[in-house]
């Protein structure tokens, strides 16, 4: 059994069913997300984001004067999965959520958390839906892709000018959704694409898609999905020939994209926040996960400032109660690893930002201006 599944298992375990401790004893807590499939590479950056915030934590006397029990929840980036994980979370008695990543996991399992009054604080869900559904204890770190998309689409626009651009998406409510708002935001430019087409999670073969990219003459494509996918259409694009630069969103911040496309993946640009690991109130969490032999990259440093973010609620409202904790969520500003914050009546952060960054030789940076 590989580290990553053995701890899985060892997750699984401690949701479905395994030795806890007494109620009184502990505050439970959860972090949901992919720790399997395609998509697993993210869950591993939330998985070490929480087990190291709720350390953290619990070192410096947890949360309300009690420790906090960390629980898993495995979505597999799968809407069906992402409710049942959800509902075994509830079973638990869990008081928050941190997850999920996906949005196509996180917007369904939010029902699920409403209607069982559990706090929900996405790290990585950017689809504009999930804070819109009316939901009180639902809540996101991280921007949206209306922002995103808007960001993406400024840049297509200004150096692309001549429209002869493709827009991928792989039909998942983050997908389309980022490819949605980055197409709306190239044609109010007076750019409009020659391609908008789509691709199914989990292919492989790209061939015919690559084929009528180079008929076309493309000059840049942008992929709305994952890193698996979006790494293969790279590597496929180089294969046949076709030097258009690969454009995505923060999907493609990890490691395992390079890892996918090798050299295919040079120039690759994406947009994402500004790197948190360059902001001072980060440096000595950075550090210390450095120390530990882990690079705190992508959503790690997000996931520790949602957990975070509960934590100094909880502690302003005395209380873990969702509509105490809720209340002071929206009446506060929130010191975090990521920096600091507060949100709108919908559960927004209220000053997100994008940028761009490029891969270059393996390793991503943002692209100065």
Request: proline share 3%; glycine share 12%.
């Amino acid at each position: 059994m590989t580290l990553r599944l053995a701890l899985v298992a060892a997750a699984a375990l401690t949701v479905f069913g395994g030795t806890a401790a007494r109620a009184d004893d502990s505050i439970k807590i959860a972090v949901a997300g992919p720790f399997t499939g395609s998509t697993a590479s993210f869950g591993e950056q939330m998985r070490h984001g929480a087990e190291r915030a709720v350390a953290d934590l619990n070192a410096a006397g947890g949360v309300l004067g009690k420790k906090v029990e960390l629980l898993y929840g495995d979505d597999a980036c799968d809407p069906k999965q992402a409710v049942a994980a959800a509902n075994q979370i509830a079973k638990s008695e869990a008081k928050f959520v941190a997850g999920h990543f996906c949005s196509g996991s996180s917007i369904p399992a939010s029902a699920v958390y409403n209607e069982e009054g559990i706090l929900q604080i996405s790290p990585g869900s950017t689809n504009p839906k999930f804070t819109e559904q009316g939901f009180k204890n639902v809540f996101r770190v991280c921007g949206r892709d209306d922002q995103q998309g808007a960001v993406a689409g400024a840049y297509l626009a200004a150096h692309y000018k001549s429209g002869n651009v493709a827009i991928l998406n792989d039909k998942s409510a983050y997908g389309r959704g980022l490819a949605d708002d980055t197409k709306r935001t190239l044609n109010a430019a007076g750019v409009v694409e020659v391609l908008f087409e789509a691709y199914s999670a989990g292919e492989k073969d790209f061939s015919a898609l690559v084929s009528k990219l180079k008929q076309a003459q493309i000059d840049a494509v942008f992929v709305g999905g994952y890193h698996t996918e979006a790494g293969l259409i790279a590597r496929q694009m180089r294969d046949q020939g076709l030097q258009a630069p690969v454009i995505g969103g923060d999907a493609l911040m990890t490691s395992e994209y390079w890892g996918i496309t090798g050299a295919a993946g040079e120039g690759t640009l994406m947009t994402f926040g500004p790197d948190p690991r360059n902001k001072p109130e980060a440096k000595a969490v950075a550090d210390a996960f450095r120390k530990g032999g882990y690079e705190p990259e992508g959503y790690t440093l997000y996931t520790y400032a949602a957990i975070q973010t509960w934590a100094q609620a909880a502690e302003k409202a005395h209380s873990t109660d969702l509509e105490k904790v809720v209340k002071q969520l929206h009446a506060n500003q929130f010191d975090t690893v990521i920096g600091s914050f507060g949100f709108n009546d919908k559960g927004d952060v209220t000053s997100p930002a994008y940028v761009v960054y490029q891969w270059h030789e393996g390793k991503y940076a943002e692209l100065k201006p």
